[in-house]
C-alpha cells in the first residue's frame, strides 16, 4: 500500500545521503593527505634540493653536497614509508605496526609498549590496511595531542575478530565534544578512523576523561575462510 511504500522511498532516500557524505567526506580525507605530501615534498625535498642547486651552482666542496643529498634522501624515505610501510606488505602487520610505533615513540621522547599475543597469519589485506591507518592516526593523536609518557599498543584475535587497542597515560580529553568538533569539520582524524572501522564491518570505541588518558579500541571481523562445499 501508499504508506509502506512511502516508507520504502524514504529508508531508501536516507541512505543514499548517507552514502553520499560518507563519500564526500572520504574525499575530504584523500584531498587533505594529498595536501600534506605536496607541503612535506615542497618544504623538505624542494628545500633540500634547490640548497644543493646552490651549493653545486656555486661550487661548494663535494663533502657539502654529499651530505644534503643524504638528509634529502632520508627524508624521501620518511615520506615513502609514511605513505605506505613497506613492512605491511613484507613482513605482516603486526612487524608494521611494532617498526611504526617505535619509530613515533622515539621522536616524541614516548615510552612505546607493543603486545601482539597469537595474532592470526592469515588477515584479509584490507583489515590490515585499515588497522594500519587506525592505529596511524592514533599514535599521530597521541604525540600531537596527549603529553603522555607510555604509549601501549595490542594486537591480538579473539575468536573470529582482530582487535587493536592504542592506549596513552597523557591528558586525556572531553570526547563527546571533539566528535561535535569533528562533526562540524573541525578535524578529520576521528572521523577518518571512525569510516575506516565501518567499512571494514568493525566497530570503535574510544575511551577518555581529562587527566585519564585515552584508550582507543578497534574491533575488525576476521572473515572465515571459505569452506568446501558439501559433496
Ligand atoms: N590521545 C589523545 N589525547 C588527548 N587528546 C586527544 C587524543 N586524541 C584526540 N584528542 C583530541 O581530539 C581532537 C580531535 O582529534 P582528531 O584526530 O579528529 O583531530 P586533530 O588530530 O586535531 O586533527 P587531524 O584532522 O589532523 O587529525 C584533537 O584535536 C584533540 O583535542
Ligand atoms: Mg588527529
Given at each position: 500500500d501508499i504508506t509502506e511504500r512511502l516508507r520504502t522511498q524514504h529508508a531508501l532516500e536516507f541512505s543514499q545521503e548517507r552514502l553520499r557524505a560518507l563519500s564526500r567526506r572520504l574525499l575530504e580525507v584523500q584531498e587533505q593527505e594529498r595536501r600534506r605530501l605536496a607541503r612535506d615534498l615542497h618544504d623538505d625535498v624542494g628545500q633540500a634540493l634547490t640548497a644543493l642547486k646552490i651549493q653545486l651552482e656555486s661550487r661548494s666542496r663535494v663533502e657539502e653536497c654529499v651530505e644534503t643529498v643524504s638528509h634529502t634522501l632520508e627524508r624521501v624515505r620518511q615520506l615513502s614509508l609514511s605513505l605506505r610501510p613497506p613492512q605491511l606488505d613484507d613482513l605482516g602487520l603486526g612487524a608494521a605496526l611494532r617498526s611504526h610505533l617505535d619509530r613515533q615513540a622515539a621522536l616524541a621522547s614516548l615510552a612505546p609498549h607493543f603486545e601482539a599475543p597469537e595474532?592470526?597469519?592469515?588477515?584479509p589485506a584490507h583489515v590490515e590496511t585499515a588497522c594500519f591507518r587506525i592505529a596511524q592516526e592514533a599514535i599521530n593523536n597521541v604525540v600531537r595531542?596527549?603529553?603522555?609518557r607510555n604509549l601501549w599498543l595490542r594486537l591480538f584475535a579473539s575468536g573470529a575478530r582482530l582487535e587493536l587497542s592504542v592506549r596513552d597515560d597523557?591528558?586525556?580529553?572531553?570526547v563527546a565534544a571533539a566528535r561535535r568538533r569533528a562533526a562540524a569539520g573541525a578535524s578529520l582524524g576521528l572521523a577518518g578512523m571512525e569510516e575506516r572501522v565501518a567499512l571494514a564491518g568493525g566497530s570503535f570505541e574510544l575511551r577518555s576523561a581529562p587527566g585519564q588518558g585515552t584508550v582507543l579500541l578497534a574491533s575488525f571481523p576476521l572473515e572465515p575462510r571459505e569452506k568446501p562445499q558439501a559433496a
Open positions: 595474532t592470526p597469519r592469515e588477515i595531542h596527549a603529553r603522555a597523557g591528558g586525556g580529553f572531553d
